[in-house]
């Protein structure tokens, strides 16, 4: 069993920076892909990011391109995501997950496991 645990959230003004991290424990992920979604209030979880087991590939959603950056420490079973640039639109509560495949995924029923999030607000 996996267990992530998501850190670094808070309240940010516009344009300004957040660096999150996904810590796992119980087993290493070092194999495992790991994406990062969001879920704003009253919408849908969406995907924000991804990377494979070896860091080699990454995916970015449209909206974040540019601006976030994964990425990983195998060593120290923990996943990263840069932010900069924020905007209000990507308040959200962010989540990392896991998936056993080792790829990079956009699609939430790849990942096995999930962790509990964590809260980013950009204010205007």
């Known amino acids: 069993q996996v267990q992530l645990v998501e850190s670094g959230g808070g309240l940010v003004q516009a344009g300004g920076s957040l660096r999150l991290s996904c810590a796992a424990s119980?087993?290493?992920?070092?194999?495992?892909?790991v994406g990062w979604f969001r879920q704003a209030p009253g919408k849908e979880r969406n995907f924000v990011a991804a990377i494979s087991w070896s860091g080699t590939n990454t995916y970015y959603a449209e909206s974040v391109k540019g601006r976030f950056t994964i990425s990983r420490d195998n060593a120290k079973m923990a996943v990263y995501l840069q932010m900069n640039g924020l905007k209000p639109e990507d308040t959200a509560v962010y989540y990392c997950a896991a998936n056993l495949y080792g790829v990079g995924s956009a699609g939430p029923s790849t990942y096995a496991y999930w962790g509990q999030g964590t809260q980013v607000t950009v204010s205007s």
């Open positions: 119980g087993r290493t992920i070092s194999s495992y892909g």
